[in-house]
């Protein structure tokens, strides 16, 4: 309670007021760690409980990195409290991006041993500076051995950023086994007359489902156009 007392000479009698000062009390928000996008939304919370969060990618008390995007994003906390005062406080949420990760599938060929997955052209076109590493599973928990001697499967390329961020996709090697191809020459026949080396007795042994040509030279350059009419020596 206040009291007002007039001076000397002042036509005026004392009066008495009550005025009513609210304290208002410390306000607080939990902060955050550093995010990547595509992370899953984060709870915020703060103190004391009842107040309301606001700010970019804010829902509820949720922050959602997919609202947003990379970025740094100021987000406050406010209590009105119902006895008359109110505070607030902010925090700093940090979203990074995820890096981008492109792969190849590298081209294995036949009857080779193994492919260095860890080529510049596995992952040609992703973003700089990546930390990369190899594994055998989707999960990236089990590491393979010696990505530069990959043999046939797929297998799984992690790539990080510097700030933590971090994709993982597959990666194929399918190495082709060359076709085992038996020749048995046709038997002679008179002059005059000729062979239909097409016939399937002549490849008999080979494996199955081939797809036959026929050439003049070993070199394959120079097609024959008459392989079911051949002549001596041709």
């Known amino acids: 309670a206040y009291q007002f007392t ?92 995820a890096p981008t990760l492109i792969i190849t599938n590298p081209t294995a060929g036949c009857d080779i041993l193994s492919v260095d997955l860890t080529a510049a052209a596995v992952t040609q076109g992703s973003s700089e500076n990546l930390i990369l590493s190899y594994w055998t599973d989707a999960s990236a928990t089990t590491r393979m051995a010696n990505p530069s001697e990959a043999g046939n499967g797929t297998y799984y390329i992690k790539a990080e950023t510097a700030a933590g961020c971090s994709v993982i996709k597959p990666v194929v090697i399918d190495i082709k086994t060359s076709p085992v191809l038996t020749i048995h020459n046709p038997a002679p026949v008179c002059a005059g007359s000729t062979v239909d080396i097409t016939l399937a007795a002549v490849t008999a042994g080979s494996t199955e489902g081939l797809s036959y040509t026929y050439w003049l030279n070993a070199d394959a350059t120079i097609p024959y156009t008459t392989p079911k009419e051949a002549i001596a020596g041709m």
């Open 6 to 97: 007039p001076d000397s000479g002042q036509c005026s009698e004392g009066y008495t007021m009550n005025i009513l000062v609210y304290t208002s009390k410390e306000v607080t928000i939990n902060p955050v760690s550093a995010m990547c996008m595509g992370s899953a939304a984060v709870i915020l919370s703060g103190a004391p409980l009842g107040g309301v969060f606001s700010g970019p990618g804010v829902t509820g008390n949720h922050f959602d990195p997919s609202l947003v995007g990379p970025g740094n994003y100021i987000i406050t906390y406010t209590v009105n409290d119902p006895s008359g005062w109110s505070n607030s406080a902010t925090t700093e949420i940090i979203v990074n991006a």
